[in-house]
């Protein structure tokens, strides 16, 4: 059985958008896009706006590789970005998340995130068996 490619998203943000947000709407903002862990650790930065936003980009980018984007079908707590020991970036699936990427035979979500001061971009692609 070999893999093969069952989707791709890319979204890019820029963190003053973000940051906009977190100073005109604080926790309705975060409560309404973030699980408690997303939450935890990026707030737990000096600067947390790029933080916010590389993790907003990465459930962007997974919702476009599932194929439905934010909305009806998928909503944002339904994907959570969490950290392995490396540090590398994981995606969790959670409620309607979980059930488009078992409908779809997904086997991994590969994701890269990274960020600027200026920009956050993520890139997921949907891994699947032939």
């Given at each position: 059985m070999s893999e093969i490619?069952?989707?791709q998203g890319l979204?890019?943000?820029e963190c003053q958008r973000i940051s906009d947000c977190l100073e005109k709407?604080?926790?309705r903002f975060l409560d309404?896009?973030?699980?408690p862990s997303e939450r935890s650790y990026a707030g737990g930065h000096a600067q947390p706006a790029p933080h916010y936003a590389a993790r907003f980009a990465a459930k962007e980018a997974v919702s476009k590789a599932l194929g439905t984007g934010i909305g009806q079908d998928l909503g944002w707590?339904?994907?959570e970005v969490v950290r392995e020991a490396s540090g590398q970036p994981r995606i969790q699936?959670?409620?309607a998340g979980l059930?488009?990427?078992q409908n779809k035979k997904g086997l991994r979500i590969s994701l890269s995130l990274t960020h600027t001061k200026q920009y956050a971009v993520a890139s997921?692609?949907?891994i699947g068996s032939s």
């Open positions: 490619l069952l989707g979204d890019l943000v709407f604080g926790d309404r896009i973030f699980l707590k339904d994907i699936l959670h409620g059930k488009l990427f997921a692609l949907l």
